[in-house]
């Protein structure tokens, strides 16, 4: 059975030789001096896994009031050489790609593990005081 270990944002985030390396991980809060601003977004985490399954992950960014709506799906490759234990495999993971940021509120990233709703990651942004 295929589970979502656990999953979070993270300011940047890289998977390299069986590693997952973030940095500003679990954060839920967004300071920008200006909007609209692009924002860097990296969904990162772990699915746990049967050794012969090849799990289907999809992530979906919400803005605020549903002014966009942004999906993006994976299926994981390249676990030839990945080490089982008791017959299950750790599958990390990063996602990251630019979303525009178009107004302060609450933004929310969905994640779907082999199409059933897992986990939902949020962030609230706002405009620095300085620049209002």
């Not at 030839?80 to 993971?93: R, T, W």
Request: overall charge neutral.
């Amino acid at each position: 059975m295929t589970e979502l270990d656990y999953a979070f944002l993270a300011e940047f985030a890289k998977v390299q030789n069986g590693l997952l390396t973030s940095v500003g991980s679990s954060y839920t809060h967004v300071v920008v001096p200006k909007l609209p601003v692009p924002h860097m977004l990296y969904v990162a985490g772990r699915i746990r896994a049967n050794e012969s399954e090849r799990p289907n992950l999809s992530l979906t960014a919400i803005s605020p009031n549903r002014k966009y709506e942004i999906t993006f799906g994976m299926v994981a490759t390249g676990l030839d050489n990945v080490h089982a234990y008791k017959g299950k495999i750790g599958i990390l993971f990063v996602a990251s790609g630019p979303i525009p940021l178009l107004e302060t509120g609450f933004y929310q990233v969905f994640i779907d593990l082999e199409g059933k709703r897992v986990r939902t990651l949020a962030f609230d942004v706002e405009i620095s005081p300085a620049n209002q």
